[in-house]
């Protein structure tokens, strides 16, 4: 199949438009969703309830017409509860599979840091591997198997933080913030005109995309050319990470290679067959900031990933 070379940045598009029916603003989010998807990762979502996270994990998918399902991750939650088990059937006298939800495309894990290690543990290899194994039996998952996680960065009380295994694993840490002033009036008079945010159907979202012209979308992203100056210029920040001095685990060669795919999938948006050191920058934080843990004392002093990020990019010379 023939790509276009504004395919992927039209397909984005789309999405943004069908998006803005039930979302308002949240475009950074957004973008970084759909890069996410584009690059065949999986993001950690982070921001206080009631801000729409839940709304827009459900209408991506619905827009890219793909299968959905939630689970609500709980201190007693098992493996089983979102892997499956086997059960036996009296009348075959045989063992047959009753699969849990992990066995979607769209799988939206919310309050991920709620569950237990043992269950959390559970997503490693379908993340990894998109392959679940129970009882000693592996199952494949579809090829399109995206996991969207949520957390709330406010409560602690009774949660379980997330390994650096874990975390390694999301290609995207995506924050959402609270809405502008115009945009939280907006949202208000959404729901004084009757919008039902249960009722996802009745606001005309429907798939704008078909499963053909994702795959274009992916062949385009990977025949995006990449300089060897830009390689270095990623494993060079990638480096920087580690040898920060307010910074006591930097990320790791998964990360640098995540991020490379991610940059990659930020130039296709745009309409270019080409990256730029601007398309790593405007990706960095996202790929970035949940792989690096800091320092005590950097913490005391109210330092972020973010503020450790921005500070090697503003320093690291770009390639020419």
Do not use: W
Request: net charge negative; glycine share 6%.
């Amino acid at each position: 199949m023939q790509v276009a070379p504004q395919h992927t940045r039209e397909l984005a598009q789309r999405i943004f438009e069908a998006l803005g029916k039930v979302v308002v603003g949240q475009q950074a989010v957004i973008e970084q969703m759909i890069v996410a998807t584009l690059a065949r990762g999986h993001a950690l979502l982070e921001g206080v309830p009631g801000t729409a996270k839940t709304m827009l994990v459900k209408s991506l998918a619905l827009c890219l017409g793909r299968d959905y399902a939630r689970i609500q991750l709980t201190p007693d939650l098992m493996p089983s509860d979102i892997v499956g088990t086997y059960v036996f059937d009296m009348q075959t006298s045989t063992f047959n599979l009753r699969r849990g939800p992990i066995f979607t495309e769209f799988l939206l894990a919310d309050e991920i840091n709620r569950a237990p290690a043992k269950t959390q543990s559970a997503l490693l290899e379908a993340m990894q591997e998109r392959q679940v194994t129970i009882e000693g039996n592996t199952h494949r998952l579809s090829e399109g198997f995206t996991l969207f996680a949520t957390q709330n960065p406010i409560e602690y009380e009774g949660t379980y933080p997330l390994p650096e295994a874990q975390l390694d694993r999301f290609q995207l840490k995506i924050i959402v913030e609270y809405p502008s002033g115009p945009e939280e009036v907006d949202i208000l008079r959404r729901h004084h005109q009757g919008f039902d945010d249960s009722d996802l159907a009745a606001t005309g979202i429907a798939a704008v995309v078909a499963a053909e012209q994702l795959d274009a979308c992916r062949q385009e992203i990977g025949a995006v050319e990449v300089t060897d100056a830009m390689l270095d210029y990623i494993a060079r920040v990638s480096r920087a990470t580690r040898e920060h001095p307010s910074v006591y685990l930097g990320s790791s060669p998964r990360a640098a290679a995540q991020l490379l795919r991610s940059a990659k999938v930020v130039a296709a948006m745009r309409g270019r067959a080409f990256m730029t050191p601007d398309d790593v920058k405007d990706i960095a934080a996202p790929a970035l900031r949940h792989r690096l843990m800091l320092r005590p004392e950097a913490e005391i002093d109210g330092l972020r990933s973010d503020d450790v990020i921005g500070e090697i990019l503003a320093t690291i010379p770009v390639p020419r």
